[in-house]
């Protein structure tokens, strides 16, 4: 099993439009960060798509996706859900309906929110996606992998992490409750959010997302959905445990 970053960043990515701080000015590309995103591509040879953010065309073109077998949604904020109209070059290239994953609230926001592409429409030509909702307690199966659930809130809002095998995928929590950590446990690489270093309301700042980790134990652990406030790449690097490391676009690592 591979997982791809394809974005790492926040609601607003980094750089920020307009911003004239040193991180959105570097010249590390590890400090250029498109929407957050993953890809995982399964021994199977399956390639499950986690989040589909604003940034998802160009994150498909930059590394020559030409085939997703299912979408797993961890809420339906538009920097996670942005993208979905863009599926229809897929639709097109596989000739075939894209199955899509999350909790009933996000699900609902989707159809809300892209109504033209779950009503009964007249014309060709629009996105076609199955909705697949998942309960958050009971793991289901996708792309032919079993997937376990892991619900989390997002300040008041309630959010699905993903657990495939050996690896767990969490982002935009502020809080996973006892019993959601236990399903981590054992995992080798765990992605968890991280804001920037000071506490936020909705998210995990990188105190309380070592805490997790420390609490979780993986072999391996990556942190995403970075803001241009926590700091350059290589400085955060400098003070994280051995084990735990930012993640940044384009990072594959395998499992």
């Known amino acids: 099993m591979r997982i791809t970053f394809l974005g790492t960043g926040t609601s607003m990515g980094v750089p920020v439009i307009a911003c004239p701080c040193e991180v959105c000015h570097s010249d590390d590309e590890r400090d250029?960060?498109?929407?957050?995103a993953a890809l995982i591509q399964t021994d199977a040879g399956k390639n499950i798509l986690i989040d589909i953010g604003p940034d998802f065309r160009m994150q498909m073109l930059r590394h020559q996706v030409c085939h997703l077998d299912a979408i797993l949604i961890t809420h339906a904020h538009r920097d996670h859900v942005?993208?979905?109209d863009?599926?229809?070059a897929l639709n097109y290239a596989q000739q075939s309906t894209m199955q899509v994953y999350g909790n009933a609230l996000a699900l609902g926001m989707l159809q809300r929110d892209y109504r033209y592409i779950f009503e009964p429409h007249p014309y060709a030509g629009l996105p076609?996606?199955?909705l697949h909702v998942v309960s958050g307690d009971d793991a289901f199966t996708a792309a032919g992998e079993t997937i376990l659930p892991v619900k989390a809130l997002h300040k008041d809002m309630p959010v699905l992490g993903y657990r495939i095998g050996p690896l767990a995928y969490i982002t935009d929590a502020?809080?996973?409750?006892?019993?959601q950590l236990m399903k981590l446990q054992g995992c080798s690489v765990l992605v968890l959010n991280a804001l920037r270093q000071t506490k936020h309301f909705s998210h995990f700042s990188l105190p309380e997302a070592l805490d997790v980790i420390a609490q979780v134990k993986p072999k391996r652990a990556f942190l995403t959905h970075i803001s241009h406030e926590m700091g350059l790449h290589q400085d955060v690097m400098s003070i994280l445990p051995e084990n735990v490391s930012l993640a940044y676009d384009s990072l594959q690592v395998q499992i």
Do not use: V
């Open 32 to 36: 250029r960060r498109l929407r957050t």
């Open 82 to 84: 942005g993208g979905l």
């Open 86 to 88: 863009d599926i229809r």
């Open 128 to 130: 076609e996606a199955d």
């Open 174 to 179: 502020s809080h996973i409750a006892t019993d």
